[in-house]
């Protein structure tokens, strides 16, 4: 998990050290990952360059969010400080398992697109292509999916 950090005074005193030692050394900001509120507000204000927090509350100078946390792109739980927007991870499992169950035939809907009537405009670039055993889903039964995959 996340640990929270500059629980304690002496914590605090020690980020906030690093933190101006940090600025003295020429950095042009600094990121405030899983700190404590109070110390934030602390060093942001003792601070001249900006802060940037991640689950470090709104003292900060600016925000940032990793976009999969933000969007539930992920398979385990986001970290406490992350209030997913949506469950991307959902629906690209759903439609990897719809995609499969119609490929092997349990659905009556087609696999894939149906063809267009207009010729493709764009042809494909290399003429030959190579069947390549790829597993596309994880089974005990080992089971795997032949692609054709282009080659020069």
Not at 1 to 22: I, M, N, W
Not at 47 to 76: A, E, K
Not at 110 to 117: E, G, H, S, W, Y
Not at 128 to 139: D, F, G, I, Y
């Amino acid at each position: 998990g996340f640990y929270k950090h500059g629980k304690t005074p002496s914590d605090a005193e020690r980020l906030l050290e690093a933190a101006l030692a940090l600025e003295a050394a020429g950095a042009f900001s600094i990121v405030l990952e899983c700190v404590e509120k109070e110390a934030t507000r602390t060093i942001t204000e003792r601070l001249r360059i900006p802060t940037i927090g991640i689950g470090s509350g709104p003292h900060c100078s600016g925000q940032v969010l990793v976009i999969n946390d933000l969007i539930g792109l992920s398979l385990r739980p986001p970290p406490s400080f992350a209030k997913p927007r949506a469950n991307v991870a959902d629906i690209i499992v759903r439609a990897a398992q719809e995609f499969v169950s119609a490929t092997r035939g349990v659905s009556a809907e087609p696999p894939l697109a149906a063809p267009r009537k207009e010729a493709n405009p764009c042809p494909p670039p290399f003429s030959k292509a190579q069947p390549v055993e790829t597993p596309l889903e994880p089974s005990r039964s080992g089971s795997s999916w032949t692609l054709e995959i282009p080659t020069q």
